[in-house]
């Protein structure tokens, strides 16, 4: 029987129970991927981090991430969190480099001994990959009114940035009206799409540039409390949209407040002739707990 160090950490949150709860098996050698899923469900958290040594020995360590269904290529809060882990774990802060499965993230991570603040560069930008369901499903699967969903610039899409979710746009009250419809939800049939991702102008805090909710039954996630894979996808929905004029965007995008876990994202987008140029997120990580896990 072998035993494994693992933490968790409450990602995007300054405080403690709150944003979104992650585990970090610190030093996951010797687990093979069906065992790594194994514990992702026995820790039933939205998803799960596992630290490998790097492929490449000039990067910091290799990261490789799951949620109760499956292995996510990318997934931003495993990445938050992870990076604070790692820079508490080794005394470090400054610059970090991560492997993930789309590609190296460029982290700068500041840590304390409780608590921490990272901030990644996705190396993918965002772009639109294929056609969504009919409005009138995800309306259906959201248990939302017929015309809820905005259809004019900010019609639904498909974007991503290393993972791929559709975007859809409501009034704020319908963002927090929203419950998934399981057998209208199956209906979708989404394939390799993540999840649903609703969002608003405004929100509870004054300064919050989207109030957002994510729902992803399929990954085993029926609402989660904070998606940063789903905010680095986001410019690429509002620059299509042209929401976003040429320059420098920082945007806070708040979540989780449905679920009593508020959670807050700090998107900065640059943006040149229209398009996306570099997305970095960036979120607080408390330390929760410390433990082991026999496998």
């Known amino acids: ?12 949150t300054e405080r403690k129970f709150a944003g979104n709860p992650l585990a970090v098996v610190m030093d996951a050698q010797g687990l093979s991927t069906e065992q790594m899923q194994t514990i992702t469900r ?20 290799r990261l490789r991430i799951f949620t109760p269904g499956y292995e996510m ?69 959201l248990s939302l009114p017929h015309d809820a969903l905005d259809t004019g610039l900010h019609k639904p899409r498909r974007v991503g ?49 989207y109030h957002v909710r994510m729902f992803a039954p399929g990954a085993g996630i029926m609402e989660d409390p904070a998606t940063g894979g789903a905010a680095a996808g986001f410019p690429g929905q509002l620059a299509l949209a042209g929401a976003l004029s040429d320059g420098q965007h920082s945007l806070l995008i708040e979540q989780g407040f449905e679920m009593g876990r508020p959670s807050q994202i700090t998107a900065t987008v640059d943006v040149a002739n229209g398009s996306v140029q570099s997305v970095r997120i960036g979120g607080s990580a408390v330390h929760m707990q410390t433990g082991q896990i026999f496998v």
């Not at 029987?1 to 995007?12: H, L, Q």
């Not at 990318?74 to 990445?79: D, L, R």
């Not at 970090?96 to 190296?104: A, C, I």
């Open 42 to 61: 026995e820790f039933n958290l939205a998803e799960t981090a596992f630290i490998l040594p790097p492929m490449d020995a000039s990067n910091t360590a």
């Open 73 to 141: 290529p990318f997934a931003g809060h495993p990445t938050i969190g992870s990076s604070v882990a790692i820079a508490r774990a080794r005394n470090i802060s400054g610059d970090m480099k991560l492997e993930l499965n789309t590609g190296v993230f460029a982290v700068n991570v500041t840590s304390a001994a409780d608590r921490g603040y990272a901030e990644f560069q996705n190396p993918n930008l965002p772009r639109e990959n294929g056609t969504p369901p009919e409005t009138a499903m995800i309306e259906a699967a």
């Open 161 to 209: 940035a290393g993972v791929d979710f559709i975007y859809v746009r409501a009034s704020l009250d319908n963002v927090r009206n929203a419950k998934v419809n399981q057998a209208a939800w199956d209906a979708l049939e989404l394939e390799e799409i993540v999840g649903i991702y609703l969002y608003a102008e405004g929100g509870e805090a004054a300064d919050a540039a």
């Open 1 to 12: 029987m072998a035993c494994y160090d693992f933490e968790t950490w409450d990602v995007f």
